[in-house]
Structures are given as C-alpha cells and as structure tokens.
C-alpha cells in the first residue's frame, strides 16, 4: 500500500430470519429446522448474545437466525478463493 492510504476493513453483511421460540424448545431443534444438522447451534446461540443461554428456551424469546447462504455447486471449481464471490 501507498504511504499514507489506511487499509478499509471488509464489511460482511449477514441476513437473519427471524424466530419466535415454543416453549420448551431447544438450541440443537432451532439449528436442526434452519440448517439441518443438529450442530449448528453455536452460530445461533452467537446471534443472539442477551438471551440466557439455557438448555431448554422458553415461549416468546424472538431469536435472530443467521441465514447460511450456499455456494452454487460447480460455479466455482478450479477459482482461487480470491477470485470466489
């Protein structure tokens, strides 16, 4: 870099949807019925820092569920991760 320019920080922007707990539900359900695999949950309970992390949550907690975006499968074979969007 040039003297005097200041590197920018890369902005990821991350959607969410947005989730009103059952009561008694769990962590590993939420992760399981968003991403389907039960071991998801930790980006889940990450989001949504000012909820008590509990085993089991009660009805009327509005979660934020970080959307997973998929890779086009093949779209991207043989690119540099430099070069993939």
């Known amino acids: 870099m040039g003297e005097g320019?200041?590197?920018?920080?890369?902005r990821v922007m991350t959607r969410y949807l947005r989730h009103i707990t059952r009561d008694k539900e769990r962590w590993d359900q939420?992760?399981?019925?968003?991403?389907?695999t039960a071991h998801g949950y930790e980006r889940i309970i990450l989001a949504n820092?000012?909820?008590?992390?509990?085993?089991?949550l009660r009805a009327g907690i509005v979660l934020s569920i970080p959307v997973i975006?998929?890779?086009t499968a093949g779209a991207n074979l043989g690119l540099p991760p430099w070069k993939r969007p």
């Open 69 to 71: 975006e998929p890779e």
């Open 30 to 36: 939420l992760s399981w019925r968003y991403y389907g």
């Open 49 to 56: 820092p000012d909820v008590s992390l509990s085993p089991v």
């Open 5 to 10: 320019s200041l590197a920018r920080p890369i």
